[in-house]
């Protein structure tokens, strides 16, 4: 009875510490051999191996422990290479339980062919790996000299068997749930840039700054199926909101003001000045049309250009929110790169806005040039033609005189057009400013200008050009219509707007004469200009008191 009890104690400590040894580790080789080393130690057996097989003839040596020579030369070949008696056992369904194997068919082979030395290891037994009644492989153990193993040992070997099966069926399923959570991963990546190179595929055809705008936070919210995306834009010396996604719907922003305090510290402008990216939730914005979004989890991502010698130069700011989670490192590495996108694109159409102004200055001056070189001169020739024939007649022929009075006071009069129309087409100089361009171009019309602007008010290159140009042409009008020399240029801001009124108090027109008159004055050629700066046009005239052309433009619109 002791004696019994000895071994089933034994049998109990040998299976305990097994299972320990399974724990320990999750992969599968490592964990198989760790486990065959500390079975032969408990057991005192001497030699053992581990075969994983699949459907005949595929098989897997996967553990070892202690091989005689003969087993281990050339790296093992003879475990590998060879079906033996105890696999073609497993593969026709005849090995069910734990087996002695009364010879060895590679332990043979090895001394019939002189391979080497087996220590005298002549049999071994061979259990089936199982669970759930699903077999996986065979385990074979072994001792020089042991040609037989007892009923009670073929018991204790099944149940380290038993045990075996769980642990490779437990590294298994996990071995699956890191390949799936790795393909998962891979597919999210995937996914990602899909998203991403759909968005950059947009942009990269617009030559709009506007649209440039709208399209991006339209297509990543509707692409990543995000709720808010909005770009900042640096104008200025601050940031303002120029495009928002939210509700489903995309739209252009004239200019989300700021709170009360002028410091703000969210993420958008803390992204923006110390030019990282920022993270948060329930942190409120600066901006009153993202108030809605300020529980989400948002990030903030900077716009900025790229320069080789000046470094990064800031350019705005990137805002993306969601409901469901903070942006993961690999989420801000691919928002990262799909950012310079974005700033490169912007910038792009900078240069292509610049482009276009060099060719249409080129153009202005070279029309400016062919204008002065001949239709100017000619006009002057048949001036002081038409004189010297007058002058000619007056006498013998006055009524023809009179006709070539006539001739000669017209061509001076175009003369003097041709002339407002060369000084009108040559390029603005924004090194003067507007209003000494305008004081200018006046003065050389004979018009005295005053000019009135109160606030400190800044444009953007575009609107400061359409400016000029309406400037110019509402000065002219008054050079020809309005019979009077002075004339008022006031700049004012109205709410989120810059408007310039040009005014005198000449002669003015009744508004019967509106229809034919506008036309007259070239208002057309105005309004098309406000409308390019997303600005209108406004005349007021009453007949003896002057006219008043009026045109407002968006504060800060970059167009």
Same mark, same amino acid.
């Given at each position: 009875?002791?004696?019994?009890?000895?071994?089933?104690?034994?049998?109990?400590?040998?299976?305990?510490?097994?299972?320990?040894?399974?724990?320990?580790?999750?992969d599968?080789?490592?964990?198989?051999?760790?486990?065959?080393?500390?079975?032969? $130690?408990?057991? +005192?057996?001497?030699?053992?191996?581990?075969? %994983?097989?699949?459907?005949?003839p595929?098989y897997?040596?996967?553990?070892?422990?202690?091989?005689p020579?003969?087993?281990?030369?050339?790296?093992? $070949?003879?475990m590998?290479?060879?079906?033996? /008696? @105890?696999?073609?056992l497993?593969?026709?369904?005849? %090995?069910?339980?734990?087996?002695?194997?009364?010879?060895?068919?590679?332990?043979?082979?090895?001394?019939? !062919?002189?391979?080497?030395?087996?220590?005298?290891?002549?049999?071994?037994?061979?259990?089936?790996?199982?669970? @759930?009644?699903?077999? /996986?492989?065979?385990?074979?153990?072994?001792?020089p000299?042991?040609?037989?193993?007892s009923?009670?040992e073929?018991?204790?070997? $099944?149940?380290?068997?038993?045990?075996?099966?769980?642990?490779?069926?437990?590294?298994? &399923?996990?071995?699956?749930?890191?390949?799936?959570?790795?393909?998962?991963?891979?597919?999210?990546? *995937?996914?990602?840039?899909?998203?991403?190179n759909?968005?950059?595929?947009?942009?990269?055809?617009i030559?709009?700054?506007? $649209?440039?705008?709208?399209?991006? =936070?339209l297509?990543?919210?509707?692409?990543?199926?995000?709720?808010?995306? #909005?770009?900042?834009?640096?104008?200025?010396?601050? %940031?303002?909101?120029?495009a928002?996604?939210?509700?489903?719907?995309?739209?252009? %922003?004239?200019?989300?003001?700021?709170?009360?305090?002028?410091?703000?510290?969210?993420?958008?402008?803390?992204?923006?000045?110390?030019?990282?990216v920022?993270?948060?939730?329930?942190?409120?914005?600066?901006?009153?049309?993202?108030?809605?979004?300020?529980?989400?989890?948002?990030?903030?991502?900077?716009?900025?250009?790229?320069?080789?010698?000046?470094?990064n130069e800031?350019?705005? *700011?990137?805002?993306?929110?969601?409901?469901?989670?903070?942006?993961?490192?690999?989420?801000?590495?691919?928002?990262?790169? &799909?950012?310079?996108?974005?700033?490169?694109?912007?910038?792009?159409?900078?240069l292509?806005?610049?482009? !276009?102004? &060099?060719?249409?200055?080129?153009?202005?001056?070279?029309?400016?040039?062919?204008?002065?070189?001949? *239709?100017? !001169?000619?006009?002057?020739?048949?001036?002081?033609?038409?004189q010297?024939?007058?002058?000619?007649?007056?006498?013998?022929?006055?009524?023809?005189?009179?006709?070539?009075?006539?001739?000669?006071?017209?061509?001076?009069e175009?003369?003097?057009?041709?002339?407002?129309?060369?000084?009108?087409?040559?390029?603005?100089? #924004?090194?003067?400013?507007?209003l000494?361009?305008l004081?200018?171009?006046?003065?050389?019309?004979?018009?005295h200008?005053?000019?009135?602007?109160k606030d400190?008010?800044? /444009?953007?290159?575009?609107?400061?050009?359409?400016?000029?140009?309406? +400037?110019?042409?509402a000065?002219n009008?008054v050079s020809?219509?309005?019979?009077?020399?002075?004339?008022?240029?006031k700049?004012q801001?109205?709410?989120?707007?810059?408007q310039?009124?040009?005014?005198?108090?000449? @002669?003015? /027109?009744?508004?019967?004469?509106?229809?034919?008159? &506008?036309v007259?004055?070239?208002?057309?050629?105005?309004?098309?200009?406000?409308?390019?700066?997303? +600005?209108?046009?406004?005349?007021?005239?009453?007949?003896?008191?002057g006219?008043? =052309?009026?045109?407002?433009?968006?504060?800060?619109?970059?167009?």
């Amino acid at each position: 009875m002791y004696e019994e009890r000895t071994l089933h104690y034994k049998e109990l400590l040998i299976l305990k510490t097994i299972a320990e040894t399974l724990n320990q580790n999750h992969d599968m080789k490592p964990m198989l051999q760790s486990t065959l080393e500390k079975l032969l $130690e408990l057991t +005192g057996l001497k030699t053992g191996w581990i075969f %994983l097989a699949d459907d005949e003839p595929i098989y897997h040596h996967v553990a070892d422990h202690n091989l005689p020579p003969a087993l281990a030369r050339n790296d093992k $070949e003879s475990m590998r290479g060879e079906v033996c /008696f @105890c696999l073609q056992l497993y593969w026709r369904d005849s %090995l069910n339980q734990a087996v002695n194997i009364i010879e060895c068919e590679r332990l043979h082979d090895s001394v019939k !062919q002189s391979l080497g030395d087996t220590n005298n290891l002549t049999h071994h037994a061979t259990v089936p790996l199982t669970i @759930c009644g699903e077999r /996986f492989g065979l385990l074979n153990v072994g001792s020089p000299g042991k040609e037989h193993f007892s009923d009670e040992e073929l018991a204790l070997l $099944e149940g380290v068997a038993y045990q075996i099966g769980t642990a490779v069926e437990r590294t298994r &399923l996990l071995e699956q749930k890191e390949k799936l959570a790795v393909d998962n991963i891979a597919r999210y990546i *995937v996914d990602y840039y899909n998203s991403t190179n759909e968005v950059t595929r947009h942009i990269w055809a617009i030559n709009n700054l506007r $649209e440039l705008l709208l399209t991006v =936070v339209l297509n990543i919210g509707t692409y990543f199926d995000w709720p808010t995306v #909005a770009i900042a834009v640096h104008h200025g010396n601050r %940031l303002l909101l120029r495009a928002l996604y939210d509700n489903e719907n995309a739209r252009v %922003l004239n200019e989300s003001r700021l709170h009360a305090e002028e410091e703000s510290t969210d993420i958008i402008h803390q992204a923006f000045l110390e030019r990282t990216v920022c993270q948060s939730k329930d942190t409120p914005f600066s901006f009153a049309a993202l108030q809605p979004s300020q529980h989400m989890y948002s990030t903030a991502i900077p716009l900025q250009k790229q320069e080789p010698q000046l470094g990064n130069e800031p350019l705005g *700011v990137l805002l993306i929110g969601r409901e469901l989670s903070t942006f993961s490192g690999l989420e801000i590495k691919i928002l990262t790169t &799909l950012a310079d996108h974005i700033s490169l694109a912007m910038e792009r159409i900078r240069l292509y806005d610049e482009w !276009q102004d &060099l060719l249409l200055s080129e153009e202005r001056n070279r029309l400016a040039l062919d204008l002065h070189d001949s *239709v100017n !001169q000619k006009l002057f020739s048949l001036s002081l033609t038409a004189q010297g024939i007058k002058e000619l007649l007056k006498d013998e022929n006055p009524l023809v005189a009179d006709g070539i009075s006539d001739i000669q006071k017209l061509s001076q009069e175009t003369l003097s057009e041709m002339r407002t129309l060369i000084w009108q087409l040559r390029p603005y100089s #924004a090194e003067k400013g507007m209003l000494a361009s305008l004081k200018e171009y006046a003065s050389k019309l004979g018009i005295h200008v005053t000019l009135q602007m109160k606030d400190d008010v800044q /444009f953007t290159e575009k609107v400061e050009k359409t400016l000029w140009r309406i +400037g110019q042409e509402a000065i002219n009008n008054v050079s020809k219509h309005a019979r009077t020399n002075r004339a008022t240029i006031k700049i004012q801001s109205i709410e989120d707007h810059i408007q310039m009124s040009i005014i005198d108090y000449g @002669c003015g /027109f009744v508004p019967e004469q509106a229809e034919t008159k &506008l036309v007259t004055l070239g208002i057309s050629s105005m309004n098309e200009r406000a409308a390019q700066v997303n +600005g209108s046009l406004k005349i007021n005239s009453t007949e003896g008191k002057g006219t008043i =052309v009026a045109v407002t433009v968006p504060r800060s619109r970059e167009n």
